[in-house]
């Protein structure tokens, strides 16, 4: 029986260990997250630009699809960039 709730302790020790974030990931999420909604909002902006210069619409949606698209590759080439510096 004590050998059972030692099996218990220490699984839920392991358990609580796995879920334990590290400050560092939290600052680098962040800032790959910066950069990927920096790129988003200015592809956005761009977007709605064309369309004022009398664009055409579906471009200008071409555009905002791509930059989120491109600012989620970015984030993620971000993230794994600076988990290798650091």
């Known amino acids: 029986m004590a050998n059972?709730?030692?099996?218990d302790k220490e699984i839920?020790?392991?358990i609580a260990t796995e879920f334990i974030e590290d400050e560092r990931d939290k600052?680098?999420?962040?800032?790959?997250?910066?950069?990927?909604?920096?790129i988003a909002g200015i592809g956005f902006v761009t977007g709605l630009g064309y369309l004022y210069f009398q664009g055409s619409a579906?471009?200008?949606?071409?555009?905002?699809?791509?930059s989120?698209?491109?600012?989620?590759?970015?984030?993620?080439?971000?993230?794994?960039?600076?988990?290798?510096?650091?």
């Open 4 to 7: 059972q709730s030692t099996e």
């Open 27 to 38: 600052l680098i999420e962040l800032k790959s997250t910066q950069v990927g909604f920096a």
């Open 68 to 86: 989120l698209h491109g600012g989620s590759l970015v984030e993620a080439a971000v993230q794994l960039y600076l988990h290798r510096v650091s």
């Open 12 to 14: 839920e020790q392991k």
């Open 58 to 66: 579906v471009l200008m949606l071409n555009i905002m699809f791509l």
